[in-house]
C-alpha cells in the first residue's frame, strides 16, 4: 500500500510538471518554432518565385522594418544614412523641407513644420496629408524612406502632393530645399514687462536658449507676465525638456517613464534655481504641440504653475530610445511611456487646454480704392526731415513696436493669451 502511495504521488508531480509551466514553455519554444520555419519557407518561395531579383539583404531588412512598424509607428531600422540624419536633427545641421512627420491609419501626415523652414513659408501646416513624394505614393514607402525622400543638397526641388487639413482635393507643392535653422527659442516684449517666448522645437541647446531669453527679458526690467509658445513644437530631446520645465518650476515631479518593468520607472524632478522664472505664465498650444514640448505643458498645468490656452496637444506619450548598430545602423525604439506630474499619460490624449480657443485666420484687409492718392504718391512731394537734415519716413521696414501690433492682430490665440497673463496676478488674488 505504501507503494502505490509513492507511485501515485510522482504520477501527480508529473502530470503537475506536464500541466505547470514545463509544458508551457514548451508548447511556447514549439510555435515560436512553428513562426520561424513559416517565415524561412516564405522568405526562400520570394527569393526563388518573385518577379525581381531581390537580394537577401533586402528582404531581411524590409522584414525587420515590418515588424518594428508593425509595433507603433515610431519604432524603426535605419540605414546609416537614416541613423545619421537622426543624430544631425538634433545636434548638425542638415537640408530638407522642416515638417515634423508620422503615420496615422498608413498615411503620412504633418505633425508640424518648423517655422521659418521652406515648408512652413510654402504653406504645409499640422493635419495635412502628404500622398506623394517626387511623384511616388507615400502609402508605398516605411516612414523614414519618406523623410529620406524629402531630405536632399541645399537648393534642390522637392514635389509633394498634399491633401490640406481642410481641403477637398490634393495639390502639388514644389518645394526648394534649405538648412533647417537650429535656434528653437525666440522672443519679443508684447507689452512693457510682457514677454512672448516661443520654441519652435527640444534641440540640443533649447535650455540654454531659454536661459538667455530669460535674462535678455530681465535685462530691459522686471518681467511681470510670459506667454510660452509651444503651438507647433514636435518635440525633441527629453533632458532639454526636463530643463525648460526646471527655469520656470521650484520642486515636485516635471515628468516619469514607465516602460513594460515597473521597476525601470524614472521620475524627474525640478529643483529651486536662484534664476527661476516666477511671475505669471500663460502657455499656448495646439495640434501640432507634440512629445518634449507636452511633457512641458503638462508639467506646468499640473503644478498649477502656468494656465494652458488653445487647442488640445498631438498625444505622442512614449519614450524612443535610439541603439547604434555594428554596422553603422540604428534602431528606434519605443520603450516607455510619459507621464505628467498627476499621473497621467499623454499617450494619444494629449494635453486638454483650460480654456479650449480655436485658432482664426485673420480677415483679409480690404484694399485702398486704387485711385486714392496721398502725399507719399506725388511726384516732387516734399520729404520729411529728421533734426540733422536727413530724409526720413520712407523706410520699408516695421519698427518692432509695428511687429509686435501685426502679430497680435494676426494671432487671436496670442491676443487672448496676453490679456489673461496680465490678469492672472488679479485672479489669484481674489482665489487667496
Not at 508551457?24 to 520570394?46: G, H, P, T
Not at 495639390?171 to 538648412?179: F, P, Y
Not at 548598430?325 to 511611456?337: F, H, N, Q, S
Request: a negative charge.
Amino acid at each position: 500500500m505504501q507503494k502505490i502511495r509513492v507511485l501515485t504521488t510522482a504520477a501527480l508531480a508529473l502530470v503537475t510538471f506536464l500541466t505547470g509551466g514545463g509544458v508551457m514553455k514548451a508548447v511556447s519554444a514549439e510555435n515560436d518554432y512553428d513562426s520561424l520555419r513559416r517565415f524561412s519557407q516564405i522568405l526562400d518561395m520570394v527569393e526563388q518565385y518573385y518577379v525581381n531579383d531581390v537580394s537577401q539583404k533586402e528582404l531581411l531588412d524590409g522584414a525587420i522594418k515590418g515588424m518594428l512598424q508593425n509595433l507603433d509607428p515610431h519604432s524603426t531600422l535605419m540605414s546609416e544614412e537614416e541613423f545619421q540624419e537622426m543624430q544631425e536633427n538634433t545636434t548638425g545641421e542638415f537640408f530638407g523641407v522642416g515638417v515634423e512627420i508620422t503615420v496615422e491609419n498608413g498615411q503620412v501626415m504633418v505633425v508640424s513644420p518648423i517655422e521659418d523652414t521652406p515648408g512652413y513659408k510654402a504653406g504645409l501646416r499640422a493635419g495635412d496629408a502628404i500622398i506623394a513624394v517626387d511623384g511616388q505614393y507615400t502609402m508605398e514607402m516605411s516612414l523614414t524612406d519618406v523623410v529620406a525622400k524629402m531630405r536632399g543638397k541645399r537648393g534642390t526641388t522637392v514635389e509633394l502632393q498634399v491633401l490640406h487639413k481642410n481641403g477637398s482635393r490634393p495639390v502639388t507643392m514644389k518645394i526648394k530645399r534649405d538648412a533647417i535653422p537650429l535656434i528653437s527659442v525666440k522672443s519679443r516684449e508684447l507689452e512693457p514687462g510682457y514677454w512672448w517666448i516661443r520654441l519652435t522645437r527640444f534641440s540640443g541647446h533649447t535650455g540654454q536658449e531659454v536661459a538667455d531669453a530669460v535674462a535678455e527679458a530681465r535685462a530691459k526690467g522686471a518681467v511681470k507676465g510670459v506667454v510660452f509658445d509651444l503651438r507647433n513644437n514636435p518635440g525633441g530631446l527629453l533632458d532639454q525638456s526636463v530643463e525648460v520645465a526646471d527655469q520656470f518650476l521650484k520642486d515636485g515631479v516635471i515628468v516619469s517613464m514607465r516602460g513594460r518593468d515597473a521597476s525601470s520607472e524614472r521620475v524627474f524632478r525640478a529643483h529651486a534655481q536662484p534664476e527661476d522664472l516666477d511671475c505669471p505664465m500663460v502657455v499656448l498650444v495646439n495640434s501640432g504641440t507634440a512629445s518634449a514640448s507636452e511633457i512641458v505643458a503638462g508639467a506646468l498645468r499640473d503644478q498649477k504653475r502656468a494656465l494652458i490656452i488653445g487647442e488640445r496637444t498631438f498625444g505622442k506619450g512614449s519614450v524612443q530610445n535610439l541603439i547604434p548598430l555594428a554596422d553603422g545602423a540604428g534602431l528606434k525604439i519605443t520603450v516607455a511611456r510619459y507621464y505628467t506630474p498627476s499621473g497621467k499619460s499623454i499617450q494619444a490624449e494629449g494635453i486638454s487646454p483650460d480654456f479650449e480657443v480655436a485658432w482664426e485666420a485673420p480677415r483679409e484687409t480690404e484694399p485702398e480704392p486704387a485711385l486714392l492718392l496721398r502725399e507719399k504718391d506725388l511726384r516732387g512731394h516734399l520729404e520729411q526731415k529728421n533734426d540733422k537734415g536727413e530724409n526720413v519716413g520712407n523706410e520699408e521696414t516695421l519698427s518692432d513696436a509695428e511687429e509686435v501690433k501685426a502679430m497680435l492682430d494676426k494671432d487671436n490665440q496670442l491676443r487672448l493669451a496676453l490679456q489673461f497673463v496680465k490678469t492672472l496676478p488679479v485672479l489669484k488674488t481674489l482665489k487667496n
